[in-house]
């Protein structure tokens, strides 16, 4: 078991660990031997295995999740005076990037039994500046996309999905990040597949794909490749000044390698999913994540709720695990809680979203994960019981 990253001696279970092959650091090592090492050929590779895995017709990678909803809201036409909706429970990437577009972030609530925006309160939301949507597929579950299309249809509203959590979600047979507008993945260490940092966009629109292409690149109207190609390579014009978004060639090779093992990583979550959903079951005020059963899911999280009826509540249980050694989180405070965003949330009844914030917390779960691990989580709920 490896030392407790942050040095506390009495961790000794942790809340995840990167799975770091000796084919990843292989491809990254040689690609640390290019003459180019940004906008090069492991960037265009990476993408074309993204596009084709999640079959969207284009994929652009960039340098995290927040750059990906970022440029999506921005090529979409999301600007100064709009209004976008978000869930009151998400991390605040997805109202920062609405604020960089000088727009304003609308914080709904959850269901009162689920993680997923509340239809009813979205729509007590729309207004005549309302633009867009970004619904998430919160901990690798497929949202309630099919009623938040629906409710964009009949709105002409666009919809952004945050799909951060999302990789290898499915819902009927699409992969999430299809469906809407854009798909905006994170590759964070924490997530199913990581480049350390590093996002993408997918889309099926080619004037979003190249308006995103062109604004992680400071909006340059020529290619890297294009302006050495032929011509003079300082001759390009700029039509929008854009941002440094780009995702290196380094990363880029090490999302190449994940990639190809996406597939194995998710089983293996779903593997030790399964196992927390069977040892779990039946304990009185514990309430497990829905559908650990569906093969759409990814399996990012495992988040269970301690509800009042179990004889710990759920910061006594965080601390409980934490004395005996099990590192776990709760992911996240609900964003209209940080000072910064509480004036966006105004307009809606956030209640919901503050009873499940005080229910859950997240287990340990990541592919390595070993039966030792879960048992010592599984054994020191069980004894509070």
Not at 156 to 165: I, M
Not at 333 to 344: C, D, G, I, Q, W
Not at 348 to 372: A, R, V
Request: charged fraction near 25%; hydrophobic fraction near 35%.
């Amino acid at each position: 078991m490896k030392k407790d990253f942050f040095k506390d001696s009495k961790i000794k279970y942790p809340a995840y660990e990167p799975w770091i092959s000796d084919a990843d650091k292989k491809i990254v090592s040689k690609t640390m031997e290019q003459d180019m090492l940004t906008l090069g050929p492991q960037l265009e590779k990476f993408e074309q295995s993204f596009s084709k895995y999640t079959n969207a017709k284009y994929a652009i990678a960039v340098s995290n999740c927040t750059a990906a909803l970022h440029l999506s809201l921005k090529a979409i036409g999301v600007s100064t005076g709009d209004e976008v909706i978000i869930p009151d429970l998400t991390f605040v990437a997805d109202a920062n990037a609405v604020l960089a577009c000088n727009a304003k972030p609308i914080i709904v609530d959850i269901n009162k039994n689920d993680f997923f925006i509340s239809i009813q309160n979205l729509k007590k939301n729309i207004t005549k500046k309302t633009k867009a949507i970004i619904p998430v597929h919160i901990y690798g579950q497929v949202c309630n996309i099919e009623d938040i299309l629906d409710v964009a249809k009949d709105n002409n509203l666009r919809v952004v999905e945050d799909c951060a959590h999302a990789v290898g979600t499915f819902h009927n047979s699409k992969h999430v990040g299809t469906i809407g507008e854009t798909g905006c993945f994170s590759f964070y260490p924490t997530k199913n597949m990581t480049t350390a940092e590093g996002g993408m966009v997918t889309t099926n629109s080619k004037k979003i794909a190249d308006s995103v292409r062109q604004l992680r690149s400071h909006g340059m109207t020529k290619s890297l490749k294009d302006r050495y190609s032929k011509g003079y390579p300082w001759i390009f014009d700029i039509i929008e000044p854009g941002y440094n978004y780009r995702l290196d060639e380094i990363r880029a090779a090490l999302g190449i390698s994940q990639l190809k093992r996406i597939k194995k990583i998710n089983a293996l979550r779903r593997n030790a999913a399964l196992y927390y959903h069977s040892k779990l079951k039946n304990i009185p005020g514990i309430i497990l994540p829905d559908m650990v059963n569906d093969k759409t899911h990814s399996y990012h999280l495992y988040t269970i709720r301690v509800t009042e009826k179990f004889r710990l509540s759920r910061n006594q249980l965080f601390k409980k695990l934490k004395d005996n050694g099990v590192r776990t989180t709760v992911y996240w405070m609900p964003v209209h809680e940080y000072t910064a965003y509480r004036k966006f949330a105004k307009s809606s009844s956030t209640k919901n979203t503050k009873s499940m914030y005080n229910e859950i917390l997240s287990l340990p779960l990541f592919p390595t994960i070993t039966k030792n691990h879960q048992n010592k989580v599984i054994n020191i709920i069980k004894s509070c019981k």
